[in-house]
């Protein structure tokens, strides 16, 4: 996922048809990978967008020696947005704020009906 130039990632998820999405920005610095995941089911349908420190699989980022332990008082602050796009024009507002980035070179959006 690429970044804007203050190091944030925009993506979201839309449903056009019933007017609703849901957006997240995040700090590409801190979380510098991401996974989308779904979950297929009879009757049953989840996705999710998930911004990470790792990548997926625990014991394959351990055995990359990626994976972040924070010892006994440690602690890291991440600053994460989201939001909801409620309305076309909502969807629109932001469709429109990453397709300016986009034309500057630095996000990538991926469109998916």
Same mark, same amino acid.
């Given at each position: 996922?690429?970044?804007?130039?203050?190091?944030?990632?925009h993506v979201a998820i839309v449903n056009a048809r019933v007017g609703l999405g849901v957006a997240v920005s995040y700090d590409k610095r801190v979380?510098?990978?991401?996974?989308?995941?779904?979950?297929?089911?009879?009757?049953?349908? =989840?996705?999710? /967008? &998930?911004?990470?420190?790792?990548?997926?699989?625990?014991?394959a980022v351990k055995a990359a020696g990626e994976l972040i332990v924070l010892k006994p008082g440690e602690r890291r602050v991440y600053r994460t947005e989201i939001s909801v796009?409620?309305? =076309?024009?909502? /969807? &629109?507002?932001?469709?429109?704020?990453?397709t300016a980035v986009l034309r500057d070179g630095s996000v990538s959006v991926e469109s998916r009906d």
């Open positions: 996922m690429a970044a804007d130039p203050e190091g944030r990632v979380m510098p990978s991401y996974i989308e995941w779904r979950m297929m089911a009879e009757g049953q349908y =989840a996705v999710g /967008i &998930e911004p990470c420190t790792n990548g997926f699989g625990r014991d796009l409620d309305g =076309a024009a909502a /969807i &629109e507002h932001f469709r429109g704020k990453v």
